[in-house]
């Protein structure tokens, strides 16, 4: 993220990026010419509600002719400080801010001045949030806000930014770089031993899936703990605890808590758990679909490669990668699409609730579309493809029969021992590549095809006028608004995305790169590019994303976490099949002693277990600044509410005056017995407790009785 | 528990139970006659160092003629009320308690008045805890403190409990006690299962051992639920975040504490590690000790019993067992000292870390102690016992060369195929009953004797004597005096002890019981007369507990765990291995397929571990009293706090008047740029938010903006 800063400062700070004016936010309200009365009743709804939340709004001209643009922000600062302050007292309740709130507002704001992130998260809020908590209950694109398209941050400025790549995108997204950043640290060992272990020990090496295995390890739990003392770095640690509602969950009834009497909003656990079920023909569906596309373009592809020998077989080859590079991605979209309208059925309460419901099946559609070529090769084609081969006779017989004119000539089928490692080859490396065109460049193209576009329609449609009927922009807005009206066409950051490729490519680390350890080093070049196309296009390429606050990667570390696990069973099977000889795989599925194959993997997985624990332990041991800081915090915190709760309430030193007793006198017991007979002799009790008055008697009597009792002994045993 | 009350009633409440002097701590002082000086000059320190640290103290003659007691309470009620408050405060900080303590110290007690369990750890604290911290520093039976034979509590009054279990005992106790209910009613189905599978599936059943394994897994995760309800019912949840510190760590050298500049007392991590690294070599010489003692008893047995056919025969059967009985229970007890003393130099700070260390290495102890003789029996004895026995020729040897007079006769040797069986019919019942005649029949008879002994030697003493040489009991006293010195002579309650049975049978069921489904009857019998037996040890014939708080079992949760785990792996493999026909094992080992065999025990522990995170999801879906009510006051506070916070820092309805803006008039209009002259023009930012002025300008604009447009877009189309 520090290249943010270089990359902003490049621009040479034209005057569009001086001022953000002010502004919060941006909606984009889109103009339908087809039902003007409901557009300008919605516009007029929009900035009653928003007025309402107490937000100030403007009107301006949007993009071409077929928007406005509403600027909103809050209406006054007393507003804004007293939502902050219940905001900041919220997170001293929750445990999140560790410092107890100043009762007074105005010294708050001086010592912790509100920062842009705070401000940017609370108005988003106010526009969100459903119109009983206070907010507008603006919904883009649904229902009563169907013509708002979208709402919109300008982007960021160095002035008010606060230097912290945590604060000027808020803590998810800051998350995700720092993942990155330690990944791809991290990624310099398995590369640099990779590219040994290739030189020296060749593919399908022991040593180089064992100590992948052990990186993996180390890495996630490091990540874990890394992840922890960010947090408190950052003063986020236990944000997750505060659950913000979505405003898009539907309840069955409302109904009183039975505890606290509040009014709670129920949604049926048993209908949402039927929901939740359909998860497993979901993941079937996924992976028959997908499975059976491979498998088919897989069996073409070993058809046309090796056993068909017939005419146009140069072109026939490429068949099955057309197949497959026009097929997945429209498959992988439309399976995500069907995720997400899953995850909405499931009806969360909560925004990380959805979230991480809709991970877990994005990480499965990713699963089966990213790794089921290599088991297919790995666990099918290698070891059974002998006996599967004459299965393939259906497309011998399909192209003899549409060739019917000439006999088709067949080789005899071989099993390719460089098909894993071609394979890996190219998703380790060709894909990457592919997918950087895709996420990096290709995006630009396109918005500045469209903007051509867009020019030409807007120069057309000025010819057909006699002069614009808008009027122009005010010349010192001018710069502002045509960058505006430029941010409003850009894409929306979404960090799942960059997440899900990275976790992929830990999973081809983790399950497959003993075939090929070079593959390491691809990815350290991958995420070398990564690491600055991603901050480009956060800065650039994108909306500035809202600055969200989080506590962890939160549901990709499940991910990574099964990744790595599942790596030491999947690496430790594949060295054993296949690193017999180097030319091939060790034989026969009969050579192949299954129970050696299922006691590697044993070993190899509780190896794996083993060393979690001890790295887990060990690291616990270890000294983390950001917890300590946390804690010292805490014991502060603690020991000043202490120290001002007893003042207020007890004297510190109760302690009573050691009472000296008096020497046994005859007054004294004269007088005691005085006081005895005042009281009435008392209960047992207290008759007990005053037979020997203050310590000094207690002392007489006891080195009396000791001294009798031992004089006692000592006669008894002579 | 319930017949905690009931044994007390059945006393007919005697004189001597009636009331407990306002007692709370004795102190047992060793009177030596050796060294009359040092002991009346310890003395005289104890009663000095009680009075500094706040408490009373009376002393009375002891037991016989060997030691004095000192009976101890508060002082003042006021300085009991401020330290008790305090350790509220404290609770509160640390969430333990909710609500927030009161400012007014006498309301708080008349609300929450101090209860009998609170006082007396109290008063425990100010007895152990060191001189600076405001304690006495009594270490019993060390150093300076050496005559300090035992600090104890007088067993419980019915008046003063306040009903509950967890407070009469303290929660580290009603936590045993719970467990072992929950457990006994949890056993009530495995115990019915297992009848009906022994009387129709027979031994070594698949059925058993799946149905057995789930249910482990169902108690583990019910356990682990039910101990965060109790917790909470019992107000005691997050008690462990508050470490005690231990008297007897010994630390390197104080230090500031970097962040808050307290002194903290240092003890390398290093020279930490370095001594829990003899926990390895510790393991081993348990492991090769009993391992060889054991093997050893185990090959004599064998020899014995099933070859050798000599003189004595009969006799030389119990050979095996005397050694057994003799040895092993000593090893134990030579072993527990020698993992206590490793903990001791282990040096922990806190007493959790130093009983969950202890914990770990008992049960590793416990573990091969108990477990050994059935891993023997069904992993060597039975697969390997052919291949094995010629070995045992040296026991031939030795005999004939004993006994050379004649010639040894023996039999072939022949598997014993119910060898597995008898054995853990042995451990399952005869054990479990040696075991509770030990340890509630055993202290019964041994106390009656000592008495027996004691009397007499009194008696023959004070022959020798003119007369007692130390005052009587006053009459009032007597009856309670003589209660406290038998009380002072009961041994310790130690909940390890009883924890470490049952964690033990339920290790004997998840991993031994498939090969005799019966063992959960005699458990569900065993611990139905255990739960009394434990109660009744805890109420008569133990000194009373210190009433310690915990939130869990603590570090037996692991063990349960890891046992439980285990047993999806090793029950697997019994049934694997002899399941196939009734008469024996499956064969030779080389006819048992080591694939499938291992084949098996992956699957069952992939099962185990798939059923877990189930069973885990289930339970965490499910309605959890506890954490509902603790939510539910965390809410409460939380809502008062912010209201409290809120009312007195801000307004609670700041939002601004909505502005209705006014029509835009030429007087308006006039007023608008006589006022932005007024103000030259202000900053572009100001002017920006100027230009619309309140929400029904933005309205009318926008509104002519769209219509505008929308036409210009449909001449633009036609």
Redesign the interface.
């Known amino acids: 993220m520090a290249s943010l800063r270089t990359l902003y400062a490049a621009d040479g700070n034209p005057p569009e990026l001086r ?1 953000n ?3 919060d936010f941006v909606i984009n309200y889109k ?3 087809d039902a ?1 009365v409901e ?2 009743a919605g ?2 709804q929009l ?2 509600a928003l ?2 939340a ?1 937000l ?4 301006r ?1 949007g993009v071409d ?2 928007s ?1 643009l ?2 909103v ?1 809050v ?2 600062e ?2 804004l ?2 939502r902050i ?2 905001e900041r ?2 997170d001293w ?2 445990g999140v801010r560790i410092k107890t ?1 100043e ?3 105005d010294k708050i704001f001086e010592e912790d001045p509100i920062v842009d992130a705070e401000r940017l998260r609370l108005v988003y809020l106010l526009l969100t949030s459903p119109k009983n908590e206070g907010g507008a209950g603006i919904t883009p694109e649904t229902g009563q806000w169907k013509y708002v398209e979208s709402i919109f941050l300008c982007t960021i400025m160095l002035s008010t930014g606060n230097g912290s790549s945590s604060g000027a995108f808020g803590e998810k997204v800051a998350f995700y770089f720092a993942f990155l950043q330690s990944y791809f640290s991290f990624l310099v060992f398995p590369a640099a031993f990779g590219f040994a272990s290739w030189l020296i020990l060749g593919q399908y090496s022991w040593l180089y899936a064992l100590v992948n295995s052990l990186w993996s390890v180390v890495f996630f739990e490091y990540w874990k703990k890394k992840e922890q003392d960010l947090a408190v770095q950052w003063g986020v640690r236990g944000v997750s605890r505060i659950q913000l509602p979505r405003t898009e969950f539907q309840w069955d009834h409302e109904a009183a ?1 039975p ?2 009497g ?1 009014a709670v909003k129920v949604y049926s ?1 048993k209908k949402r ?1 039927q929901t939740q079920l359909l998860q497993v023909p979901f993941a079937f569906v996924c992976l028959l679909i997908l499975g059976a596309l491979y498998l088919f373009c897989f069996s073409v592809e070993i058809f046309i490669g090796e056993i068909y020998n017939g005419p146009l077989k140069s072109y026939l080859t490429f068949l099955p990668t057309i197949i497959l590079t026009g097929l997945v991605p429209t498959l992988s979209t439309i399976l995500g699409n069907l995720a997400e309208r899953l995850t909405e059925a499931e009806n969360y309460e909560t925004h990380d609730a959805h979230e991480a419901a809709l991970t877990q099946k994005i990480f499965v559609v990713n699963f089966i579309t990213s790794y089921t070529p290599l088991f297919l090769s790995a666990f099918v084609y290698m070891p059974f493809g002998n006996l599967l081969v004459p299965y393939l006779d259906v497309f011998k017989v399909t192209a003899e029969k549409i060739s019917s004119s000439e006999k088709l000539t067949t080789q005899s089928f071989q099993i390719n021992p460089d098909r894993l490692r071609t394979q890996i080859i190219y998703f380790t490396v060709t894909a990457q590549i592919v997918n950087f065109a895709l996420e990096a460049v290709a995006p630009i193209v396109k918005r500045k095809v469209f903007k051509k576009v867009k020019e030409v329609q807007t120069e ?2 000025h010819k ?2 006699k002069g614009d ?2 009027p122009a922009d ?1 010349p ?2 001018a710069a ?1 608004l045509a960058r505006v009206r430029n941010e409003a066409e850009l894409d929306v950051y979404d960090v799942a995305t960059d997440y899900r490729e990275m976790v992929v490519q830990f999973g081809y680390l983790s399950l497959f790169s003993a075939i090929w350890p070079l593959a390491p080093v691809s990815f350290l070049i991958n995420n070398w590019v990564e690491l600055r196309s991603d901050a480009m296009k956060i800065a650039i390429s994108s909306q500035r994303p809202i600055p969200w606050r989080a506590d962890s990667i939160g549901p990709w570390l499940n991910a990574l976490g099964f990744l790595s696990w599942f790596g030491s069973l999947i690496s430790s099977a594949i060295v054993f099949m296949f690193s017999g000889d180097s030319n091939g795989p060790r034989g026969e599925p009969s050579s192949i ?7 590697t ?2 070993c190899s997985e509780h190896l794996y277990l083993a060393v979690q624990f001890a790295v887990r332990y060990g690291l616990k ?1 270890m000294h983390s600044p950001g917890l ?2 946390e804690r ?2 805490r ?2 915190m ?1 020991k000043n ?2 120290a001002e ?2 003042d ?4 510190t030193k ?3 005056d ?2 000296t007793g008096e020497k046994i006198t005859r007054a004294a017991l004269e007088e005691e017995a005085r006081q005895a007979s005042l009281r009435g002799h008392g209960t ?2 207290e ?3 005053q ?2 008055q203050g ?1 000094d008697e ?2 007489t ?3 009396s ?13 002579a």
């Open positions: 001022t004016m002010n502004v103009i339908s010419s003007l557009a300008e516009f007029t900035i009653e007025t309402k107490g100030a709004s403007e009107v001209r002719h077929t406005v509403v600027f922000k209406a006054s007393k507003y400080k007293s302050y219940r007292v919220q309740l929750y709130p009762k007074d507002v808590d505890m606290t509040e656990a758990l057309f449609a057909n006028e009927v808008v005010a010192e807005e502002f002693s299954a129970w050696a194959l299922l006691l993997v044993l041991q300590h800081k010292a915090e014991y502060q603690r509410i202490l709760t007893l207020n309430a007890v004297e109760p302690l009573p050691i009472p047992p009790e008759a007990f407790w037979r020997q310590m207690t002392i009597i006891g080195r009785l000791i001294s009798k009792m031992a004089a006692a002994n000592k006669t008894a045993k």
